[in-house]
């Protein structure tokens, strides 16, 4: 997470989105264990863990070398309820080169100024081999707007699908798979609309009226997506 994340510590943000802080909770990473089984002992880190959702899902399933990151100190109080956690930034990850064999960095990226730093990092850490399982918000308009919402969340300034698949071709990975997600953000929006009334209403109980607004405006002319990739470290 970055420093900006008084979205992701707002309740409304919390009721809306679960414990996962991400359109269709755990079913992105339900799907990819799925798609890609790890070995029980496989070394594991949830990347900007949030609430730690993500990681705590991985030891339900049996997996006990589980490693939970995450910069900010609020969201780590509840993830360290359940799993071993690390103050940390995902740019700068306090682990040794190739020592992990599996890395979850969900919903995150787009929340950084340089994601590909981050991506590098994520790499340094896994072993040749070691497997990326990543989803992220994109921007299916043609024109995005330059900051469609607040620096606090992963919508304000998402990259287009294309640009988030470059980043791993030309970054040392193979994918593996690629899953358009983006029926579980409609799925979320309309959940959202149900129990708000509007997407306006939504981001103005979030952020206050004014840049509510101006936030849901942004949002609807980026028309976002949603994508998840399993991608390997090539050497």
């Not at 359109?23 to 990347?47: C, V």
């Not at 469609?148 to 980043?167: E, K, N, V, W």
Request: charge should be positive; glycine fraction near 8%; aromatic fraction near 6%.
């Amino acid at each position: 997470m970055t420093q900006q994340c008084t979205a992701y510590t707002s309740p409304t943000m919390h009721q809306a989105l679960g414990q996962a802080l991400r359109p269709g909770g755990l079913e992105t990473t339900r799907q990819g264990l799925e798609q890609a089984p790890l070995a029980m002992n496989a070394r594991i880190l949830d990347a900007g863990c949030g609430l730690g959702a993500t990681a705590a899902f991985l030891r339900n399933q049996g997996y006990q070398r589980v490693l939970a990151l995450d910069r900010d100190r609020d969201l780590l109080r509840s993830a360290q309820k359940q799993v071993a956690c690390l103050q940390a930034d995902i740019t700068a990850v306090p682990l040794a080169t190739a020592s992990l064999d599996a890395v979850f960095c969900e919903c995150v990226l787009a929340l950084l100024p340089r994601p590909q730093q981050a991506l590098a990092e994520i790499r340094r850490v896994l072993r040749p081999g070691g497997r990326l399982y990543y989803s992220d918000l994109y921007a299916r308009a043609t024109a995005a707007p330059a900051a469609a919402a607040p620096g606090s969340t992963c919508l304000a300034a998402p990259a287009t699908r294309s640009t988030l698949r470059q980043r791993l071709d030309g970054g040392g990975w193979q994918i593996l798979r690629e899953t358009d997600q983006t029926e579980l953000l409609r799925q979320t929006a309309a959940r959202i609309i149900f129990e708000h009334g509007s997407l306006e209403r939504f981001w103005q109980a979030v952020f206050g009226a004014c840049r509510g607004t101006s936030c849901a405006a942004g949002i609807q002319a980026l028309r976002p997506g949603y994508v998840s990739y399993i991608a390997v470290k090539t050497h």
